[in-house]
């Protein structure tokens, strides 16, 4: 199968940490990937993780993968209003050329 | 900063019309592919080429979307006739293929509205 899943919305403080999960069903998913979307705009790559890793660290964002539980996830540290977007979960198969398959989305809500 | 060009930003067209949007990748991608994101969800592929030639086009409604390619760097993707169903963010996106993680770069997209 080729779903990956989000939660729809995500409300936050600001200057808490917010976290935002992804399922997907794929097993031989090689990357997972996180976009960021503003409105109106294109998506922009915030992070990506090679399947044989279980944690990447990049400045206040955090991802953890469960391969096992096909699991991935987000976590966004000291969030602030301009984090306010939808962010968008994407897996990318071994076989199936580089394309990448996304999730709905989650539009996260920083209110101050 | 290296970008992907896609025009025109918005079009507004009635149903059964033509309509095209043009995208210019980043220089040097060989891969380009374009998703079609509906209001309120993921974006889904539409097409994907490595140079001029299609790779997948398996979700392409091949009745009334083409695409094309013709020298390996901008491309074009047609709608005739315009359904109301059309209505979604057209995006443009392109890769170095083999790059490891097949990083993709999107454009802003062109936002369609049909009446």
């Known amino acids: 199968g080729e779903d990956v899943e989000q939660s729809l919305f995500l409300s936050v403080r600001e200057g808490d940490s917010s976290v935002i999960n992804c399922t997907y069903t794929?097993?031989?998913?090689?990357?997972l990937y996180w976009y960021k979307q503003e409105p109106g705009a294109g998506l922009q790559l915030l992070t990506y993780?090679?399947?044989?890793?279980d944690m990447k660290q990049d400045q206040r964002l955090t991802v953890l993968l469960n391969k096992k539980d096909k699991h991935l996830s987000l976590r966004i540290a000291d969030t602030q209003t301009g984090d306010s977007a939808i962010y968008f979960c994407?897996?990318?198969?071994?076989?199936?050329?580089?394309?990448?398959?996304f999730g709905q989305g989650t539009e996260l809500s920083v209110k101050p | 900063e290296a970008e992907v060009a896609q025009s025109p930003r918005y079009k507004i067209t009635e149903k059964s019309q033509a309509v095209a949007f043009w995208c210019d990748p980043i220089?040097?991608?060989?891969?380009l592919y374009w998703y079609r994101q509906i209001l309120g969800q993921g974006p889904e592929l539409l097409v994907q080429?490595?140079?001029?030639?299609?790779?997948?086009d398996s979700q392409l409604p091949k009745d009334r979307f083409s695409a094309e390619r013709l020298k390996g760097v901008d491309s074009t993707l047609k709608i005739q006739p315009a359904e109301l169903g059309d209505s979604a963010m057209y995006l443009c996106?392109?890769?170095?293929?083999?790059?490891?993680?097949?990083?993709?770069?999107f454009g802003a997209g062109s936002r369609l509205t049909v009446l």
């Open positions: 996106a392109s890769s170095l293929p083999g790059s490891g993680a097949n990083v993709l770069t």
């Open positions: 794929d097993s031989s998913s090689t990357y």
């Open positions: 993780i090679f399947s044989n890793m």
């Open positions: 994407a897996e990318r198969h071994y076989n199936q050329g580089g394309k990448l398959i």
């Open positions: 220089s040097g991608h060989a891969t």
């Open positions: 080429f490595q140079d001029e030639s299609v790779v997948d």
